[in-house]
Structure formats: C-alpha cells, structure tokens
C-alpha cells in the first residue's frame, strides 16, 4: 500500500497563490507517477497535473494555462502543485493519486489516493 497525505488549501484571495503538498509512506515513491485531480462542487472530478515517476515529464490540463507548476522531490516522498493567479473557478478539493507506469488524466487508472485538501478562492 501507498499512502498519500494531502495538506496546504486554504482560503486564497482571488491573484493569491497556494502550493499543495501531497506526502507519501508504504511503498517505493519514486516507482509512482503522480497526479492532482480536483473536484469542484457539483462537477466531476478532473486532471489537473501530472508528474512521472522520475519527474522528466510533467503534463497539465488546458485550463492551467501555465498558472500551475507540478514538482516532485523523490528523496523527501512528497510532490507538491504550485498554484499561482488563483481564479474563483479553481475553487474544489484537490486530491493528489498516485499509478504505476506512465501519467493518465483518467481517475480511474490511478490505486492510490489522498484524502483531499479544500481550496477556495474567493474575496
């Protein structure tokens, strides 16, 4: 078992940013590619950001609009989503998931979730 902890939402002015952290403990981190999905209330959930396993390839979705960075750092278990010019629509719980193999921006191809972390942007 992979275990993922969420942490870093929060209540953001609209401009503001937030960076997410997403803590891992079990398995071998670094064998895992990792996304940010976020649910906005009453809309399915939806990929936001991917990283491979060894953090070469970062892929996002088109509604980032290079506002948002994904990273990760093996050494520490933990990979982070940098959110920056924050809009009132970024407004969800973000969820960071982990797979073996490559990035997918299908929900249901990732084993391992964390719990959720609430982001509202508002003023």
């Known amino acids: 078992q992979l275990h993922l902890v969420d942490s870093g939402g929060g209540l953001v002015q609209p401009g503001g940013s937030l960076r997410l952290s997403c803590a891992a403990s079990?398995?071998?981190?670094?064998?895992?590619?990792i996304s940010w999905f976020r649910q906005r209330p009453g809309k399915e959930r939806e990929g936001v950001s991917c990283?491979?396993?060894?953090?070469?390839?970062?892929g996002h979705a088109d509604f980032v609009k290079g506002r948002f960075a994904i990273s990760r750092d093996n050494a520490k278990n933990t990979a982070y989503l940098q959110m920056n010019s924050l809009e009132p629509e970024d407004t969800a719980v973000y969820y960071c998931?982990?797979?073996?193999?490559?990035?997918?921006?299908?929900?249901?191809?990732?084993?391992?979730w964390g719990q959720g972390t609430q982001v509202t942007v508002s003023s």
């Open positions: 990283i491979s396993s060894a953090g070469a390839t970062t």
């Open positions: 998931a982990a797979r073996g193999g490559r990035c997918s921006r299908h929900a249901d191809e990732f084993d391992y």
């Open positions: 079990g398995r071998q981190f670094d064998y895992y590619a």
